[in-house]
């Protein structure tokens, strides 16, 4: 077997438990690596660390996949692996027939993801170690999970850096449906294995949909409705939700948020507002795909009377928002002060809108270190003017799954947005990917997902 000798200059990134090995951190290679096969790591004195499987032609030469001696990744391998990624799943997820069930390095499995849409196992294998085992990864995941259908959505770019090429297609069993049906929080969700972005659908908001709970009611006093009790023809009486014109309100929802998701994709934090008791939603979408998946959920879950859908790009319809609501007010206050108003120029129809929540989940916008600048650029333009259409003392959600967007990186934009947009924001929650995503300490390329809850006020 090779051995990769690490040189003693070198970060001791590997001892602190990262599991990546750069060519440059290599002294010397002693025998002739197999591509993709496995190999010792040790240090300049020859102290063992770890296996790994390595890459000769790849920058990243090794992925250490055990801290003990491995010969090969086999199907017996996989199967002791996959099996203590269920154990993890079923003790931390609600229902583990739908959630991530392998992630890469966090599963001491770099280069592997596996996400579980019930009898349906979608793999995305990104790395040649893993390529070459294909067979006994999908032998592995049928012994320890029984499915029907095992599909590859190894259809990503970063193959290219392992000399290997993108591909898709029925790896076992049944060909994959159109559609499929997932449960998420109580919810029903159709995800799109084939055509669906990555592997079909983000698992990793799971428990950053369900936060946003406390946000959906609470609002029916603003608009002067109030419980109070209304007395019945045989003179008992009943609490009942009562407007500021003594009249009973019979809508439902009348405590209900209004709800902004943009970049809703098939509609899933539309879905959880929904649930948990809003009074309308506006779901935005630049893909008429996304928005037609988004309106079957709606459907399917019986809130199609208080949601509402538009195709446009999230980022011109938001300016366009806060273009109208400001020549609006701009208006009004002339006509307070007594000067003349000019109306020649119509305000474009159902523009000027406020709600009392807006929410933000773009996809990533930095998907290199050096592509940082132009991302936070991207995150301040949505998010201040997201943030000017909240109603006074309601609420942003916004997130950012660009890893190269640090955490402390993405609040200080939100900071700048914030002061540009003259208002004062107070961080209410913020979290990152769910249980089903565990992070290794140490390995910050884990860390990519923040979101964030702010209560929105003026200065």
Not at 98 to 124: H, M, N, S, W
Not at 166 to 192: C, K, Q
Request: with cysteine; hydrophobic share 40%; net charge neutral.
């Amino acid at each position: 077997m090779a051995t990769l000798v690490l040189k003693s200059s070198r970060k001791k990134r590997l001892e602190a438990g990262h599991p990546w090995i750069y060519k440059n951190e290599v002294e010397r290679i002693d025998g002739e690596p197999e591509p993709g096969g496995i190999a010792e790591v040790t240090d300049h004195r020859g102290k063992f660390l770890a296996s790994a499987y390595v890459n000769p032609a790849s920058q990243m030469i090794g992925r250490v996949v055990s801290y003990g001696k491995l010969e090969r990744m086999d199907k017996a391998f996989f199967v002791e692996r996959f099996r203590a990624c269920l154990g993890v799943r079923e003790r931390f997820v609600e229902d583990p027939r739908y959630c991530r069930i392998v992630y890469g390095e966090a599963d001491f499995l770099p280069g592997l993801t596996v996400d579980r849409f019930g009898d349906t196992l979608v793999l995305q294998i990104v790395t040649l170690g893993m390529d070459r085992v294909r067979g006994d990864i999908v032998e592995a995941l049928v012994d320890v999970f029984a499915p029907k259908t095992i599909y590859e959505r190894s259809d990503v770019g970063v193959r290219a850096l392992e000399g290997l090429e993108e591909r898709t297609g029925t790896l076992y069993g049944e060909e994959p449906p159109e559609s499929l049906v997932i449960r998420e929080n109580g919810l029903e969700l159709e995800v799109d294995v084939v055509r669906g972005q990555k592997t079909g659908y983000f698992y990793d908001q799971r428990e950053n949909r369900a936060a946003i709970r406390p946000l959906m009611t609470g609002w029916g006093r603003r608009s002067g409705i109030e419980l109070r009790e209304v007395a019945e023809p045989d003179g008992t009486t009943r609490v009942a939700p009562v407007n500021a014109n003594g009249k009973e309100v019979t809508f439902p929802y009348w405590d209900g948020a209004t709800v902004l998701e943009c970049f809703s994709h098939t509609g899933s934090f539309t879905l959880h507002a929904c649930k948990y008791g809003a009074k309308k939603v506006t779901c935005l979408d630049i893909s008429e795909h996304a928005i037609e998946t988004a309106r079957r959920n709606v459907e399917r879950n019986g809130f199609s009377e208080r949601v509402e859908f538009v195709v446009a790009n999230a980022f011109d319809y938001l300016r366009e928002q806060v273009r109208a609501l400001e020549e609006r007010t701009a208006r009004a206050k002339a006509g307070e002060a007594g000067a003349k108003v000019d109306t020649s120029k119509p305000l474009p129809a159902g523009a000027g809108r406020t709600w009392d929540v807006v929410i933000l989940d773009p996809p990533a916008f930095a998907k290199t270190k050096g592509a940082v600048e132009g991302a936070c650029r991207g995150y301040k333009d949505i998010n201040l003017h997201g943030m000017k259409l909240v109603n006074e003392g309601g609420y942003l959600v916004t997130a950012s799954c660009s890893y190269h967007v640090r955490p402390d990186v993405f609040l200080s934009t939100i900071h700048a947005a914030a002061a540009d947009a003259g208002k004062v924001l107070r961080l209410v929650e913020f979290r990152g990917a769910g249980k089903d995503h565990p992070q290794l300490l140490g390995v910050d390329e884990g860390n990519y997902l923040k979101f964030a809850i702010f209560e929105v006020r003026s200065r």
